[in-house]
């Protein structure tokens, strides 16, 4: 059976009586981390150039202000926000972040067709699982080139899409075809071109939206989409895969809990060197300091190794500004990626004594990718410390009240203090919700638009 029949078979017959109750909370908490990113994200300027673009339109809702969209722009556009500040969920075995357009997509779907709290809950925990699995299939290899969270977002944005929508199983395997035809996404973005990674989240979105409403409508997609001598695998992985593992488990093991919370407004890659770095952080004093030694996986140099960032985006792709600003103010919150702490004297200074190494020795645990610093001082002293995972990550969760205060403080960014407290607090209401778009709607009356 093709890979798209078997990934429409699980996908169609999700319920949200099927679904554990930790899966069922966890489902809440992602969506809220959304939610507050795609408020946070939406005064970026790809957000607001394809506001530009959007027709003056309704049937779904843009997070930034609250106001009617239509659905297939309101996809675009809260991706596009909520993948802006790299602060958005990712799961680590695939390389991928799947908030930004799974839940995009899931949400204009229920916008669209009147659907309840509940169910886009469902389709959101369907787009996880059935995403999840197939980036941890392809990767590291198809990482190379391709950014997981454009090519396989568009079929996890599918997967939501078709289940909130009700599609059949032969509708959906078609979602999944038109979805892959059109899954793209580029690592030529980097690092010139931070700001263009964020269309990838968003076409992402789009395209798995506008799959599973063609598919719907009676136009049919490859079946072979992955498999094919002419798919997805074909062209985007250059090595086999390996078919169990983008089925292993699912309906019966679930991958969603497995999702990490970021603990930081950066790529993910930087993550494992900030840990590291925090050690560190007031042991020492900056002038003290001669060389700093970055080793880490050639993975995480592979995206994040910008050695001489100009712009905050490009600083969220860079691991020596993260380890400079990290050693030198003891965090790394949104304020680091500020222009005037980009031009920090003592964060540039730090920054040229930085020296990154790939190490492939680092990372003896499957989809780990610790990170290394050792600090030598004018005196001939040494001190090292080393991260083997990320606050956030399943191995070192945040709490549900950390979990909490990073969605308020990001959605304070555009609503206020006390918008955001009452609009996050508003989000564990949804699985009553017998309509979302009712429920967003509601939403304005919290904020000042």
Known sequence: MPLARQYARFTSRLAWRDL??????????????????????????????????????????????LQPADPLSAALINASAAHALEFDDSYRAGLYHPGAPVVSAAVSAACHAGASGTELLTGIVAGYELSLRLAAAINPAHYKIWHTTGTVGAFGAAAATARILGLTVEQTADAFGLAGTQAAGLWEVLPDAPLAKNLHPAKAAHSGLLAALLAQRGIEGPK??????????????????????????????????????????????????????????????????????????????????????????????????????????????????????????DVRRLLGRIALIADDTLGHVPSQRPARITVRLANGES???????????????????????????????????????????????????????????????????
Not at 299 to 309: K, R, S
Not at 433 to 447: D, K, M, N, P
Request: proline content about 6%; aromatic content about 8%.
């Open 20 to 65: 554990p109750g930790g899966v069922r909370g966890v489902a809440l908490e992602l969506f809220a981390d959304w939610f507050a990113n795609a408020a946070a994200g939406y005064g970026s300027p790809l957000t607001q150039a394809l506001l530009d673009l959007a027709p003056a339109a309704g049937g779904a809702v843009r997070v930034g202000d």
């Open 224 to 345: 072979t989409i992955f498999e094919g001598k002419q798919g997805f695998f074909a062209a985007t992985v250059p090595t086999e895969v390996d078919f169990g593992q983008c089925i292993a488990g699912l309906g019966e093991q679930w991958l969603t809990p497995e999702t990490t919370f970021k603990a930081y407004p950066a790529c993910g890659h930087t993550m494992t060197p900030i840990e590291a770095a925090l050690q560190l952080s007031g042991k020492v004093a900056a002038g003290d300091i001669e060389t700093i030694e970055v080793r880490a996986h050639p993975v995480l140099l592979q995206v994040a190794g910008e050695t001489n960032p100009l712009t905050g985006a490009q600083a969220k792709f860079s691991i020596p500004y993260c380890v400079a600003v990290a050693l030198y103010r003891g965090r790394v919150e949104l304020e680091e990626f500020a222009p005037e702490t980009l031009a920090d004297q």
């Open 383 to 449: 001190l090292s410390a080393q991260a083997e995972v990320r606050k956030g990550d399943p191995e070192r969760p945040m709490t549900a009240a950390e979990k909490r205060e990073k969605c308020v403080r990001l959605a304070a960014s555009a609503w206020g203090r006390e918008g955001a407290e009452n609009v996050i607090a508003a989000v564990s209401a949804l699985p009553e919700a017998s309509s979302v778009l009712t429920w967003a709607e509601g939403l304005r009356g919290f904020i000042d638009t």
